[in-house]
């Protein structure tokens, strides 16, 4: 009698336990949609109060905000401005997370070169679009704005990067868009990265004509492209 009543009290304090862990993860979650930085960084403290894995916190809650903001967008529900609320929620309730992430197992997806193109110093899509790929499990080496194409190609291959990503904002920085590419094919290094643009300046179809690989219209699509370009 004594094994049974401890195995319901045992099984009680579980489900009372994921109760509140998805209590919280569904606050993280409306947090981050609303845009409410300050719900989502006290949001992170719950989860560590609570003894929930912070990784957990953040593929579970934080990042999958970013999706339901994803589907608002596109439903054109969602606008820029209310993505970058989000993102910026997110990034703030991640912050009080990162420094207990040492010592969980995350999965290494992949590495990326990221930056605004030479010629322009437009990078507010960039950084949402950086810090989206690190909450994803991808090793980010952001170079800045208005980064020369000797630099990016360096620092790509330094890092040993699967994905050279660059935006471009303005027309005029597109033309070295076309020069990065040449450059690595000069090189002979065009193989070994896949080369992503960004911005809205840049189009599928002038993806398609100067030859790069990966196009992604703005920062709530750019993971999923390169999900499906580097790990299928």
């Not at 409410?36 to 593929?59: F, K, N, W, Y």
């Not at 967008?73 to 009080?96: I, Q």
Request: charged residues 30%; negative net charge.
């Amino acid at each position: 009698m004594g094994d049974i009543l401890w195995l319901v009290e045992a099984r009680g304090e579980e489900i009372s336990r994921m109760a509140q862990q998805e209590e919280i993860l569904n606050r993280i979650i409306d947090c981050v949609v609303k845009g409410d930085r300050e719900g989502a960084r006290e949001s992170a403290q719950a989860v560590l109060d609570a003894g929930i894995s912070p990784m957990l916190a953040i593929t579970e809650g934080y990042a999958r905000a970013m999706q339901v903001v994803g589907g608002r967008y596109d439903a054109k529900e969602f606008f820029v401005p209310e993505v970058l609320m989000a993102a910026k929620a997110m990034k703030a309730g991640v912050e009080v997370l990162q420094p207990y992430l040492g010592d969980e197992e995350t999965e290494q997806k992949g590495k990326i070169t990221i930056c605004t193109i030479e010629g322009d110093i437009h990078d507010l899509g960039k950084n949402i679009v950086a810090l989206m790929f690190r909450m994803y499990g991808y090793d980010v080496n952001d170079l800045g704005r208005d980064v020369p194409v000797h630099q990016v190609i360096e620092a790509a291959k330094k890092q040993g990067a699967d994905v050279i990503a660059v935006s471009a904002l303005m027309t005029t920085s597109m033309r070295n868009m076309v020069k990065l590419i040449d450059a690595l094919e000069a090189d002979g290094s065009r193989d070994r990265f896949k080369v992503a643009i960004g911005g809205a300046a840049v189009s599928q179809d002038y993806c398609d004509d100067i030859g790069a690989d990966i196009f992604a219209k703005d920062a709530v699509h750019a993971v999923e492209a390169i999900d499906r370009a580097i790990n299928g």
